[in-house]
């Protein structure tokens, strides 16, 4: 009878010579580097122990059913995370805890495994708390953060989170800059080289849309000041000053820009909202 085998994502199913009976085994691509989160890398260490623990409960996963090949999975396990660097104890102190958990001996048979479930108070409450990961000396402010809390708060389950304050990405973006003449939902600024006096406004449109605005329509101020000055204005040098998320965001920050600058084209001395808000006092 032919062999044949499926590969799949992270699964080799393989038939054996009976066509009913199927064999799961770990696959993994001719050009898997063995590249996973290394152990001198600058994130919490919890981080890195749940790291081989999932290893381990991934290996159940798909090969529990052969004792022979789980055992060939784990000891590839020990052996990509030695080549990142991790020790040897804290991998097998990982493994125990793992086997007591799961209840993995390989002495006994994995067919007859099943997980043990914490059960869970319903009158515990859980509260997260995401905190900047700077050396390792955030992991006893955890744990003596989280004693506090169970003493003072035996109700509440404080689950404490680790983010990088920076990452790689942060210093080398992959996006293109949007081009000045693109951007929408901005505080802008326009000067006349005639006369040297200056405009402030918002726009939520593309900045290049609300200055053909300007060129054109009668109502507004920079067209009409244009037609009683002979100095051009270069709107394609448009300074763009601030920008906002929101409509009621761009009104406070014109307000203060506008304060701070006291535009001359400006009809209005004060912005709308700071009329509105402060008063002509």
């Known amino acids: 009878m032919n062999t044949w085998t499926i590969k799949f994502e992270r699964i080799l199913l393989l038939n054996s010579e009976n066509s009913l009976l199927f064999i799961l085994n770990k696959y993994r691509k001719p050009t898997y580097s063995s590249v996973v989160l290394n152990w001198s890398s ?29 055992k060939s999975e784990i000891l590839n396990i020990y052996q990509i995370l030695k080549l990142n660097g991790y020790p040897v104890r804290v991998i097998n102190k990982a493994f125990k805890e793992f086997e007591k958990k ?6 006994n048979n994995i067919d007859n495994i099943t997980a043990n479930q914490d059960p869970v108070d319903k009158d515990c409450r859980l509260v997260c708390l995401k905190l900047p990961f700077y050396n390792d000396k955030m992991e006893d402010f955890k744990r003596k953060l989280v004693k506090l809390v169970r003493k003072y708060y035996p109700n509440v389950k ?18 293109d800059k949007c081009p000045a003449s ?3 939902n901005v505080v802008y600024k326009l000067w006349c080289e005639g006369c040297d006096e200056s405009y402030i406004g918002i726009t939520q449109r593309c900045i290049a849309r609300r200055m053909k605005e300007h060129q054109s329509k ?14 051009p204005v270069d709107f394609e040098r448009v300074e763009i000053l601030d920008t906002a998320s ?14 701070k600058s006291k535009p001359k084209i ?15 006092n």
């Open 42 to 70: 600058l994130i919490c260490v919890l981080y890195k122990i749940a790291l081989i623990k999932c290893m381990f409960y991934r290996a159940w996963c798909i090969c529990q059913k052969n004792d022979t090949i789980f």
């Open 102 to 107: 799961m209840k993995v001996t390989l002495r």
């Open 158 to 175: 404080l689950n404490v989170v680790f983010s990088s304050p920076t990452t790689i990405g942060s210093f080398f973006p992959f996006k």
């Open 182 to 184: 693109l951007r929408s």
């Open 218 to 231: 009668k109502d507004s101020h920079v067209f009409q000041h244009l037609q009683k000055c002979e100095g």
């Open 246 to 259: 929101s409509h009621k965001q761009l009104l406070l920050k014109e307000m203060v820009y506008i304060q």
């Open 266 to 280: 400006n009809v209005q001395k004060q912005s709308a909202l700071f009329t509105l808000i402060i008063g002509n």
